[in-house]
T-cell receptor
Framework: AQSVTQPDIHITVSEGASLELRCNYS??????LFWYVQSPGQGLQLLLK??????LVQGIKGFEAEFKRSQSSFNLRKPSVHWSDAAEYFC????????????FGTGTRLKVLA | ETGVTQSPTHLIKTRGQQVTLRCSSQ?????VSWYQQALGQGPQFIFQ???????GRGNFPPRFSGLQFPNYSSELNVNALELDDSALYLC?????????????FGPGTRLTVL
């Protein structure tokens, strides 16, 4: 069965520090992978997506993610975090198994210390 | 260009009642997906509508139903409300129904079932 795991429920980093949010997926075929950000009271905003090709994907707001098939991972990174990055981050996989389905992880809440 | 809008913002219902939530898609988008996001969880895929037809469904019972109208706006109907239906309901529109298409999310409707 398809699934997405985000092992870190909360992460706290200092402003200016680097960030890595982990995501592992389970899916039999080539996955379509996404990272979304959700700020309080807001809907989800797409940061980046991976379908094929270069395994390092660049997104908005200075984020990037690397697809590693051997590790079934799609970790999100940012070299220098800004206070405005404090939010909840969701990894998702798009799957087709007779019907279209999108599966989200449980999210990682990021806190940024000034 | 207006984004995805949802109404109402908040709603309180009692167990056993029925509720209708509404979503206006982004201009030019013919596909809408609905998600349920319980507190502290990631969004769970309810179903997707493409050109007024249900195009995919997650693991939700039949008392969750939907409609998509010719102008591609959409409704989510939930019958016989249960306490566990309390959640943030998100709709997302996309240009087409492809799993690779970017979904644009609305801010959600917060439903509380007492």
């Amino acid at each position: 069965a398809q699934s997405v795991t985000q092992p870190d429920i909360h992460i706290t980093v200092s402003e200016g520090a680097s960030l890595e949010l982990r995501c592992n997926y389970s899916y039999g075929a080539t996955p379509y992978l996404f990272w979304y950000v959700q700020s309080p009271g807001q809907g989800l905003q797409l940061l980046l997506k991976y379908f094929s090709g270069d395994t390092l994907v660049q997104g908005i707001k200075g984020f990037e993610a690397e697809f590693k098939r051997s590790q079934s991972s799609f970790n999100l990174r940012k070299p220098s975090v800004h206070w405005s990055d404090a939010a909840e981050y969701f990894c998702a996989v798009g799957a087709f198994s007779g019907t279209y389905k999108y599966i989200f992880g449980t999210g990682t809440r990021l806190k940024v210390l000034a | 260009e207006t984004g995805v809008t949802q109404s109402p913002t908040h709603l309180i219902k009692t167990r056993g009642q029925q509720v209708t939530l509404r979503c206006s898609s982004q201009s030019g988008h013919n596909t809408v997906s609905w998600y349920q996001q319980a507190l502290g969880q990631g969004p769970q895929f309810i179903f997707q509508y493409y050109r007024e037809e249900e195009n995919g469904r997650g693991n939700f019972p039949p008392r969750f139903s939907g409609l998509q109208f010719p102008n591609y706006s959409s409704e989510l109907n939930v019958n016989a409300l249960e306490l566990d239906d309390s959640a943030l309901y998100l709709c997302a529109s996309s240009l087409t129904s492809g799993v690779t298409d970017t979904q644009y999310f609305g801010p959600g409707t917060r439903l509380t079932v007492l």
